[in-house]
Each structure stands twice: as C-alpha cells, then as structure tokens.
C-alpha cells in the first residue's frame, strides 16, 4: 500500500480530525489534510490531487452523505474511495450511505484496529 | 342523554303522527314532525354547547395554573437561560480538555520515537557484546552511544512524566461537568414532569409514541442512545453489526 496517498479528513470537531490524523500518522499515511465539512472540502478535492477521504455525517451546511452523492456525481472524482467515520447508526442511513456508494463504514467510538481494519479492506480492491 | 331524548321523543308523539299521515293531513303531519325534531336539535346542541363550555374553562384553568406557577415562571426565566449556558460550558471545558490531551499526546510521540531509534542503533553493537564479540574500537563507541542515550533518556523520560501529568489533570473536566450535566437532568427531568402533568388534564389515555416517531428517516441522530439501542432493532449497536448489515448488501 502506498503510504504517501494524500488524504483529506472531513470532520467538523477538530478534536476528531486530529485523532483521525494521529491515528493515519500511527499506521505511517502522513500526507493528511483537513476540511471542516462537505462545502469546504468538495472544492479541495476538486483542487486537489486527493486519493482518499475520510468523511464525517453530521456536519453542518453540507453533510458527509451529500459530499459522497457529490463525489460520485463528479466526473473527475466519482472513482475516490470513501470512508465514512460516523456515530450514525441507523439501518436506514447505513443502507443509504451504501447505496450512495460508500467504500467503509466505521461508526463511533471506534477504534485504532478498525480504522487500519477498514482501511486495509479499502485499499486490498483498490490495488 | 338517551333518557332525555326519550322525554322528547314519545310512542304517543308518533302515534299522533301516524294518526295525521294515515287521515291524510299532510301538512299538519309535517309540521308536528318538525316541532319535534326541532326541540330534539336543541337539546343535543345545548349539551355540546355545554361542554365545549366545560372544556374552554378546563383549558383555560388549565393554562392559567401552568402559567401561574411560579415554579414554570423561575424555570422558564432563569433555569432554562442557565441550562443553556451551562451546556455551552460543558461543550467548551470538553473541546479545551481533549485539545491539551492530543497536544501532550504530540508532545509525547517525538520522545517515544527518539528512545525507540537510540535503541535501535545501539542493537547491532550491544548484541555483538552480549555475545562476546566486539572489539576495542566499537566497544567504546558502543560505550559512546549509551552514555548518549542515557543523558538524553533520562531528559526525555522528565518530560514524559509531565506530558502524562497533563493528560492526567485535563481528566478533570469529567468531574466538573458531570455536576453540570447532572443540574440539566434534574431540570429536564421537573418541566417533564410538569408537561405531562399538563397534558394529562386533557387526554383520556395516553397516546403511546414510540421512541421512533421522534427521529423519523435519514436525519442525522447524533451517537444512538443506549436505551434507543435497546428498544429498536434499527440501529446498529456495534462496529460489527454494520459490518454485518454491510456484508448482507454484498459489501
């Protein structure tokens, strides 16, 4: 796995971005960048030459569900995998984040094995 | 109310009817059908009358208490404005608490790496002196590296001590705003009481709700509540049951 892939944390609380980002620093992904919700990080990742995200859900003026309808929509980012780190937990929003075409799903509180869990996952049918 | 309409509407009544229709007297006939239907209506319009009365001034007695209460009126005026604040405070002690965590947590990784990289270097050299072989030159650059390691160990072990201490102390904030966060149970807890109080003066049973009304479809819900978690079959309890419910859409 290419530990050099640049990675963009959207979460709105900089307390989860930062453990979000110590977490990828643990498992020696470094080039992290950081985006406090769907509206700021959509023109980053149009910007920018992203290869992943780490999305919250709620998250106020643009949710995470909407930043993943809008990822998928763009043609120059509708193939970026997409990890969803949320406390939503309902069936119906897990099976909606599914449908809208998401690649993991951890819910909160969670921890380090997940992440490098889920990741692992992600990657294994990217590479 | 069907022993008053009995009082209005008699056997004789309709025998007086049958008796005009079967002489042929039509109109007459109508007219005392009429008589009788009318003094029927008003009874029954008095009776809703009256207690669309009796409600009004239930309601308005009611409302009246309710607003009365001195209780409701501290509540509403001051325990509510602290309520509020208190929350705020609650959110602001928790953000300052987690932020000198992850800073002393930062603080701690470059010590942590610089003991683990000393270590690492000295290996290869103090492995050949465990097993006898090393000569003059590298023992004493071995002896060299340690000395170096322990100086800067014994500095960088001080100031892990400290980093640890304040994550230690910034724990604090769980004390402080759990005696808040008990003021606002304790308040939520009496205007529930009292809404209920309020609304039992009008409903004859109580509606049941279920706790899904209150968070209908795709609107974010925050953290699941234990008690929802328990109640409900919808949402996920676990990492495990997502990555269960995930694996069953073929994921």
């Known amino acids: 796995m290419d530990k050099n892939i640049k990675i963009l944390i959207v979460d709105d609380f900089s307390t989860m971005r930062r453990i979000i980002k110590n977490l990828l620093r643990d498992l020696g992904f470094n080039n992290t960048h950081e985006a406090d919700d769907g509206a700021t990080a959509l023109p980053m990742l149009e910007a920018g030459d992203f290869d992943f995200v780490v999305t919250d859900w709620n998250m106020p003026i643009m949710q995470g569900i909407d930043l993943l309808k809008a990822i998928r929509k763009s043609p120059k980012l509708k193939a970026m995998p997409v990890l969803m780190v949320t406390a939503e937990a309902k069936r119906e929003q897990i099976i909606e984040a599914a449908k809208a075409g998401v690649n993991g799903y951890i819910v909160k509180p969670f921890t380090a094995?997940?992440?490098k869990a889920k990741l692992d996952k992600i990657f294994e049918r990217f590479e | 109310m069907v022993e008053e309409t009995k009082k209005i509407l008699t056997v004789d009544d309709?025998?007086?009817?049958k008796c005009l229709v079967e002489a042929g007297m039509q109109e007459e006939a109508v007219a005392k059908l009429?008589?009788?239907?009318?003094?029927?209506?008003?009874t029954k319009c008095g009776q809703v009358f009256e207690q669309v009365g009796t409600l009004t001034r239930d309601l308005h007695n009611a409302i009246k208490a309710f607003a009365e209460d001195e209780r409701i009126q501290v509540i509403a005026k001051v325990d509510m404005p602290r309520a509020s604040e208190r929350l705020a405070s609650i959110i602001e002690m928790t953000n300052k608490a987690a932020s000198r965590t992850l800073d002393a947590v930062d603080a701690c990784d470059p010590l942590v790496k610089q003991l683990q990289n000393g270590v690492d270097k000295l290996l290869?050299?103090?492995n050949a002196l465990m097993h006898g072989r090393i000569d003059r030159d590298n023992f004493v650059t071995l002896c060299r590296n340690v000395d170096v390691l322990i100086h800067s160990t014994q500095n960088n072990a001080k100031n892990l001590c400290e980093e640890l201490n304040t994550i230690?102390?910034?724990?604090?904030?769980?004390?402080?705003?759990?005696q808040m966060i008990q003021k606002v149970i304790s308040l939520v807890a009496e205007v529930e009481e009292k809404l209920l109080t309020f609304l039992k003066n009008f409903t004859d049973e109580e509606k049941s709700?279920?706790?899904?009304?209150?968070q209908q479809g795709l609107t974010p819900q925050g953290p699941a509540l234990e008690s929802v978690k328990e109640q409900t079959e919808n949402v996920a309890s676990s990492q495990d049951e997502v990555d269960d419910l995930l694996a069953s859409l073929g994921f």
């Open chain 2, 34 to 42: 009429c008589s009788l239907s009318n003094s029927c209506c008003q």
């Open chain 2, 209 to 214: 709700i279920t706790k899904d009304d209150a």
């Open chain 2, 168 to 178: 230690l102390l910034a724990q604090d904030y769980q004390d402080l705003t759990g």
């Open chain 1, 113 to 115: 094995a997940t992440l």
């Open chain 2, 14 to 17: 309709l025998d007086e009817i």
């Open chain 2, 124 to 126: 290869p050299a103090w």
